[in-house]
């Protein structure tokens, strides 16, 4: 299976000076016919890189985030403004987290997973917020 990742945004601009920065983190993850966005940065500054980079987020799969840190969860807000239809897998304590931001309205699906312990065999399982 052929994988592709694409940095959407990252604490430095790097080589493309037309694309934004900031303190946090995203990437764009392409396997085999997934489309999986690993992380969201601390703003809606990720979804603008994606348009310059000319990638599609209103088709996305799998939304991941790896903790519930302000500078890597803090674009899902502004994702869910513009698209939905993915699911979201988080680690447990970013469940709490969440419940507060209002998307318990989107109806997307949320499934909790053991980031936490990697050693964990549990699949995951979904949460109502």
């Keep these: ?29 392409e396997a085999g016919s997934h489309k999986i966005l690993f992380d969201t940065g601390q703003s809606d500054s990720f979804m603008y890189n994606a348009e310059q980079l000319k990638i599609d987020l209103s088709n996305l799969d799998y939304v991941v985030l790896s903790h519930g840190h302000y500078d890597h969860s803090g674009g899902l807000v502004p994702l869910c403004e513009v698209t939905r239809g993915f699911r979201v897998d988080i680690p447990e304590a970013v469940s709490l987290q969440l419940r507060n931001t209002g998307l318990a309205e989107t109806h997307m699906s949320i499934w909790v997973i053991g980031l936490m312990n990697p050693f964990s065999r549990k699949r995951g399982s979904p949460i109502n917020l």
Excluded: D, P, Q, W
Excluded at 5 to 25: D, P, Q, R
């Design 1 to 29: 299976m052929k994988i592709r990742i694409t940095t959407l945004v990252e604490n430095s601009l790097g080589e493309h000076l037309a694309l934004k920065n900031e303190h946090g983190l995203s990437f764009y993850i």
